[in-house]
């Protein structure tokens, strides 16, 4: 599996931790963003050619998306049982995510959706949610895992809110992939092979930008490989 | 007009459908609270919504 490569956070400012269960989650702010944005441009413009294409082919092909991380599923995550193309493409977004990490002087929260089995329902998530994801839990993923740093940008009828939950993770890991203050996008992508432990469970309020409130079930998650390294 | 690096490429963008799709993981519960035929943990496909083998609590 990928190592994290995450550079030094120059201040505990700078680390971002998981909010308080009552807490509203807002948008980024723009000055988060903005910098978020230089990092990530400052990354793109050291990748060789060959861990562009591959990152590029990964993250904005849905087709290709699911390709690549099937496979890594079927293989439970071992490279070494894919055909050579996918080994090495794979490899080559690896080392892409830990060209970011390395460029990266900010701590993260990410957000991404995960959905429910089909026999759940409004009246019966809490209760599954509560069952499924104690305190302690170790959650781990295999494949590649996009998100974003704020909720409403999730929101989808793919994972209506009664039927599904968010993953809210707190992590120095993967690649800022949103834009700066100008669109409304602050893309993730986590690499492969994270290892996350479950810090609670409860139904959270967000506010989106045009200042309405939207409110789901979050898992919080805290990533169990991040160094400390902080100064 | 869009930024593009110092090779010509365009700015990185991630999908829509795939930021917002839904993520697929494994459990492992603690040791406490692991039944004993489930200590392998349990592997959940979220994008095919596959329930644990077994609901520990």
């Known amino acids: 599996m990928p190592r994290a490569t995450t550079a030094k956070v120059p201040h505990p400012a700078m680390e971002r931790t998981l909010p308080e269960p009552d807490a509203i989650r807002t948008p980024l702010s723009s000055r988060q963003r903005k910098a978020r944005s230089v990092n990530k441009r400052a990354a793109q413009e050291r990748l060789p050619a060959t861990q562009y294409a591959a990152t590029e082919a990964l993250i904005s092909r849905p087709e290709r998306w699911s390709e690549l991380n099937d496979a890594l599923s079927d293989a439970a995550g071992d490279v070494q049982d894919l055909d050579d193309r996918q080994r090495r493409d794979i490899q080559r977004v690896d080392r892409a995510v830990q060209a970011f990490e390395r460029a990266n002087d900010r701590g993260h929260v990410v957000y991404s959706n995960v959905r429910m089995p089909a026999v759940i329902n409004r009246s019966n998530l809490d209760g599954f949610v509560r069952n499924n994801f104690p305190t302690g839990t170790v959650v781990y993923f295999d494949r590649f895992t996009a998100g974003a740093h704020t909720m409403h940008e999730i929101e989808t009828d793919a994972a209506p809110e009664d039927r599904s939950v968010v993953f809210e993770m707190q992590t120095r890991r993967g690649a800022y992939l949103g834009y700066s203050d100008s669109v409304d996008d602050t893309s993730h992508l986590l690499p492969r092979g994270m290892r996350l432990q479950v810090a609670g469970a409860h139904r959270a309020t967000y506010r989106r930008p045009n200042g309405t409130l939207g409110s789901r079930h979050i898992v919080q998650l805290v990533d169990l490989d991040e160094p400390s390294t902080t100064n | ?57």
């Not at chain 2, 963008?13 to 917002?20: A, E, F, L, V, Y």
């Not at chain 2, 459990?27 to 520990?56: F, H, I, N, Y």
């Open chain 2, 1 to 57: 007009m869009s930024w593009t690096d110092s090779h010509g490429r365009p700015e990185l963008r991630m999908h829509p459908d795939i930021k917002r799709g839904v993520a697929s993981y494994r459990t492992e519960k603690p040791l406490e609270q692991t039944a004993p035929d489930t200590a392998d943990g349990a592997a959940v496909d979220s994008s095919t919504a596959q329930p644990p083998k077994r609901v520990a609590g």
